[in-house]
């Protein structure tokens, strides 16, 4: 096996995409949510990126990368969604999926010291991960550096009833941001300046890998994009396999593109119509025995775009797919629904006249039950998964009971532990300003397989009914419904339970 060389350096291209940057000087002073009078309030936000090298039976080493989002609670305390996945070594298609809690203090020399624990659920790659379950202690040591904090990370990743555990020095960059939001529901008020994670463009991607060797997979996924500068982007973006023969593929990527207008829309808004641009993306992959190597992936790709009304976008994208780890050689033909979410500097100006819009959104974390999973050799068991799920409406200029929602998923629990799934959809709900009791019915569809589960292609589908109870910004949740394979025998019940906050964020 050739191990490959990615350098966590290339995962943290995206750090910085928050609105109002924060020095080390100032985030030093940062640990609690802040208001001002105008309604925005705010909270310390924590990029990270981390690398390191886990110890495997056999001898084995696989080179893991983790990506996580905290935020400040207070007293130096954090919390928020952690991702991890294989990047070197000969198991690409492991992740995990998580949240993080981590505590901050200053050390000596003008330096910080973190103690945090994550838990998550996932696998993949054959590793003996048994349900999934995962927990990795750690203890950080970061000296600013540049426009963040480098340091060493000592920690152990263990699967308590796999047969993985590992102790192991590693690296971690970090980079603090604030994280400006509203309440839902609340007037728009404030100077028009990003909110929320600086996402500008949120995409939703359909498409289709041709390999060299006949096979075509089809796959689904999302990105968000935000504005560097006119006409340049970083990218964010996720997916999964949906149909072929490879259902349990995942991959993660962070990416640049440039884009060009054909031609200048002479009617004073600025707008311009239609696009043409490239892209390139980098990140992790593997899973669904696609011969992706250690896991790195990279992605060249040409795009077009058109804007049409109400925010929304269209896009094309045609392009080239490696896993220079691996034997992965494959075209890929995308066909994308795009929503703009806030607009790049220079339109920002341009539009600096109009009146401020608000957009709710909902972000939560999810504990789900599938007590009949079937898998290939013709049994059922139940089946635990832990993930993240968000919701917002579809359009500001539509009926705010009908929204996009949509989550991630990882086995954390039964005998599935390489089993995930990324599911999106429609919903008809509560709008989310509301407070006191809260229902909604979804339609979810997407990608879902690995870990033996009978789902051939990956595609399913997943109706869920939801009630709940509103306080202001929390929200509980129950969601009853059932997933069904397209393909395969898997027809399972699914129960979930979801705690998640209901935000506002403004634009022009």
């Known amino acids: 096996m050739r191990h490959s060389r990615v350098s966590a350096t290339a995962l943290a291209a995206l750090l910085g995409i928050g609105g109002g940057m924060a020095t080390p000087a100032t985030c030093a002073a940062q640990g609690a949510p802040s208001g001002s009078a105008d309604g925005t309030r705010s909270l310390p936000l924590n990029w990270r990126v981390g690398a390191e090298r886990l110890s495997l039976p056999g001898n084995e080493s696989l080179g ?7 935020f400040g609670i207070g007293n130096g305390w954090q919390v928020g969604p952690v991702v991890y996945g294989a990047a070197t070594g000969q198991r690409g298609g492991l992740f995990v999926i998580g949240g993080e809690a981590l505590w901050r203090t200053d050390g000596p020399w003008g330096s910080r010291l973190e103690a945090g624990l994550a838990v998550g659920g ?7 991960v048994g349900s999934g379950l995962m927990f990795r202690p750690h203890l950080d040591w970061s000296f600013p550096v540049g426009p963040g904090w480098l340091g060493i990370s000592a920690s152990r990743v263990t699967f308590p009833d796999g047969r993985i555990g590992s102790n192991q020095l590693g690296l971690v960059f970090a980079v603090d941001d604030q994280f400006r939001h509203q309440r839902a529901g609340s007037p728009a008020t404030g100077d028009g300046s990003r909110n929320g994670f600086g996402f500008d463009r949120f995409w939703l991607n359909v498409g289709q890998y041709r390999g060299s060797n006949g096979n075509h997979n089809g796959y689904g996924g999302l990105r968000a994009d935000h504005w560097l500068s006119p006409g340049t982007y970083a990218s964010l973006e996720a997916a999964g396999a949906a149909q072929g023969g490879a259902d349990g593929y995942a991959e993660l990527l962070v990416g640049i593109g440039k884009e060009w207008p054909l031609w200048q829309v002479a009617d004073g ?9 490239v892209r390139a993306a980098l990140g992790m992959a593997g899973g669904g025995a696609v011969d992706t190597g250690g896991g790195a992936l990279v992605k060249l790709a040409a795009t077009a775009r058109w804007d049409l009304p109400n925010d929304v976008v269209l896009g094309l994208e045609a392009g080239r797919t490696i896993a220079p780890d691996g034997g992965f050689r494959a075209t890929h033909l995308q066909v994308s629904l795009g929503f703009t979410l806030d607009r790049p500097p220079a339109a920002r100006r341009a539009h600096a006249t109009l009146p401020l819009r608000r957009d709710d959104i909902e972000w939560g974390a999810v504990l789900g039950h599938f007590p009949g999973m079937d898998f290939r050799n013709g049994s059922s068991d139940a089946v635990q998964t832990v993930g993240f799920r968000m919701r917002r409406p579809l359009s500001a200029a539509l009926d705010e009971h009908l929204q996009l929602t949509g989550g991630v998923h990882f086995a ?8 995930g799934a990324g599911l999106i959809g429609l ?12 229902w909604g019915v979804e339609l979810l569809a997407g990608a879902a ?7 051939p292609g990956g595609a399913v589908v997943q109706p869920m009914l939801r009630v709940g109870w509103a306080d202001g910004a ?3 949740q129950l969601g009853v419904g059932q997933i069904e394979s397209i393909k395969g025998r898997l027809s399972s019940p699914v129960v979930e339970l979801s705690y998640s906050f209901a935000l506002g964020m403004t634009r022009r």
């Open 64 to 70: 893991l990368v983790g990506t996580s989002v905290l």
């Open 122 to 128: 996932g696998g993949g790659a054959a590793l003996p």
């Open 269 to 277: 808004s600025g707008a311009t119509a239609p696009y043409l641009g």
């Open 412 to 419: 954390a629990g039964g005998k599935a532990g390489a089993y």
């Open 427 to 438: 919903a008809w709900a509560t709008p989310l300003q509301q407070t006191g009791l809260q």
């Open 449 to 455: 397989g690995g870990g033996g589960i009978d789902s």
């Open 474 to 476: 929390q929200r509980w």
